[in-house]
């Protein structure tokens, strides 16, 4: 686990109940840009032997963590929109994927230009919960012929068993932080010990 | 004026017509990352001495180029939400942008958590057009009492006349490409000679 992440979490994120942890203040509204660029780092090593190609991710919140592990690895990201903007050419790909925070169903929707079968596609995003977010993107990277070589998550939330969904895949899923369950308004990390 | 930014626009960009320009092999939809670092170094140099405490910029075009500049100047970056997650605060600030991309009006909204009477906001975003959207944050920082520093664009459509717009605001503009007109679907800078 990234240490300075995990302790980041601690002191800034904030449990709202029903298994929603605000990280408003580093990473969802506010970025802290000293550890995005660790978080882009520590994507960086995890996933230098992937040889990925692109970094695929989901407006707006995967950008950050996207952009930060592009710089490290030095390759181009693309952000699927959630709405299709005037400037995308005809036939994307496009698929459903439903949201935890904003509570309904969003599209998501990838240009043809920008993802073929050439490529080897790195999928990174802020959380790994569900995993529908990133299921959506999964087949999105299927749609365009690439192949998908990893799976990225700044934050993963053990106890909603995204990762079950994602094993199938055979591809390395790596998340910086896992969080095991929330403790009243506490969050308790994976392999944390708790004194009784 | 930048000129890997401007080689890149002459060569990736694509006059659609309508004075909307398609950036998204590198900005909008793919983000290239070393683009996006030189892009935040050259914020970073123009802005140096007004002393930001925080960038403001809009989801979600904005956030790459904010978070570059970020990285440099070692700020936090608030990006404002379209839509309101449920785990933002009660009474965030609100503005409302025209958006000309998607061809609506669109709600900008920050949190009172991370923007106060003793910021000093520097606005960066990817376009300077009409200036409908700086102007909306433009808003919302004086709606937290925050001081206004200055305000950077990466690409600047000069005949839409949004500079002046944000002259009496009497802060720095800077922007780090100028498309002074299109001709034809040729893209013509500032100040760029043109062969008869």
Known sequence: MMQILRDRISKDGKYLGKGILKVDAFMNHQIDPSLMKA?????????????ATRILTAETSGIAPALAAG??????????????????????YKEIAAS?????????????????????????DDFLAS??????LVKLVKASGATLVGVGAVIEKGFEGGRTLLKPLNVPIESLAEIERFDGDKIIFAGQVTSI
């Open 71 to 92: 710089m490290v690895l030095e390759i181009p990201i693309v952000f699927a929109r959630k709405h299709q903007p005037i400037t995308m050419a005809a036939e994307p």
């Open 39 to 51: 978080i882009g780092e520590e994507f960086g090593k995890r996933f230098a032997a992937v040889k």
């Open 131 to 136: 995993a529908r977010t990133i299921l959506a």
């Open 100 to 124: 935890h925070t904003h509570g309904k169903d969003v599209e998501l929707i990838v240009s043809s230009e920008y993802m073929s079968a050439d490529d080897r596609i790195l999928i990174i």
